[in-house]
């Protein structure tokens, strides 16, 4: 039985060297989101998105995980089967730490998908737009990646364990991306109690009923102990 579900954004993978989105110099202010993390943009030119994440792919692989990471897995391993991570994050930093229970609600980097047939089998580190689907030959291969105007990976059953938990607890999030941003508001409304663990007040600070801002390499171990 879920106890306390943990959503984490790119700032819990910050001090590991991935960049965010929206802070000073992320992502987003590098790249125009609309070019490469949304299907249309995919449509237009696949060499550029493939690009854009071949090099997120590599910066994930060569990323090392942080006492953050470290410390989510030590709780899922002294409370089993209790703890469940909701990641909007593509990297697989939380696995290389050690958790388990991690549900990938915007994708995988390290995962690839046909975009013919929808079958998906783990990526190779340099994926170029016309390599063949091995299930159906397609040359119509995608990140498995979850972009802007696509539904999320796992909706029902996060927002199933969401209403069941005790606690609810989003670590490096902005609270910018829905339908990730209203978990809170979700949580609440069940009568969970919510905790923001963030380097400073997100866009959704006032929905938490408490929230401890610092980097997660120290605030999440703190809490974790
Ligand atoms: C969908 C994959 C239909 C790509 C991403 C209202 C309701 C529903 C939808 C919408 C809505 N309004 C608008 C929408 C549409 C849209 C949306 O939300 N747009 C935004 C821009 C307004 N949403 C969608 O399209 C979603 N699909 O809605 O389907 C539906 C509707 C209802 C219910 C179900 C389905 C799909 C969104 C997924 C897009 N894909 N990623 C990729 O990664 O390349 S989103 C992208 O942003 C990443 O996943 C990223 O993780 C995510 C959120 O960003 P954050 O993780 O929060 O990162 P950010 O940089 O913003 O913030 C970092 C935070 O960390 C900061 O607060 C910073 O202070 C902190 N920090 C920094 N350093 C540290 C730190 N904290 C601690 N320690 C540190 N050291």
Redesign the pocket.
């Known amino acids: 039985m879920t106890k306390i579900v943990i959503l984490t954004?790119?700032?819990?993978s910050?001090?590991s060297g991935l960049g965010?989105?929206?802070?000073v110099g992320?992502l987003w202010t590098r790249y125009d989101l609309s070019e490469v993390?949304t299907p249309e943009g995919f449509a237009r030119d696949p060499a550029l998105v493939h690009e854009f994440y071949n090099a997120?792919r590599k910066n994930a692989a060569e990323a090392i995980p942080n006492a953050a990471h470290a410390a989510l897995a030590r709780l899922e391993r002294a409370m089993p089967g209790a703890v469940r991570i909701v990641t909007?994050?593509?990297d697989d930093l939380h696995e290389r730490a050690g958790s388990r229970a991690v549900w990938h609600m915007?994708?995988q980097v390290g995962r690839a998908r046909c975009a013919a047939c929808g079958e998906t089998w783990a990526a190779p580190m340099v994926m170029r737009p016309d390599d063949p689907c091995p299930a159906c030959r397609a040359p119509a291969t995608r990140p498995d990646?979850?972009?802007?105007?696509?539904?999320?990976y796992h909706?029902d059953e996060i927002w199933e364990v969401l209403r069941a938990a005790d606690l609810f607890v989003a670590i490096?999030?902005?609270?910018?991306?829905?339908?990730?941003a209203?978990f809170v508001q979700d949580a609440a409304r069940a009568g969970v109690r919510t905790l923001e663990l963030?380097?400073?007040p997100?866009e959704t600070v006032n929905d938490f009923d408490e929230a401890r801002h610092g980097?997660?390499?120290e605030i999440v171990p703190a809490w974790v102990e």
């Open positions: 954004g790119a700032g819990i910050a001090e965010t989105f929206r802070d992320g993390a997120r909007q994050n593509i915007h994708g990646i979850v972009w802007f105007g696509e539904f999320p909706m490096g999030t902005s609270g910018s991306v829905y339908p990730a209203a963030n380097l400073e997100s980097p997660a390499s």
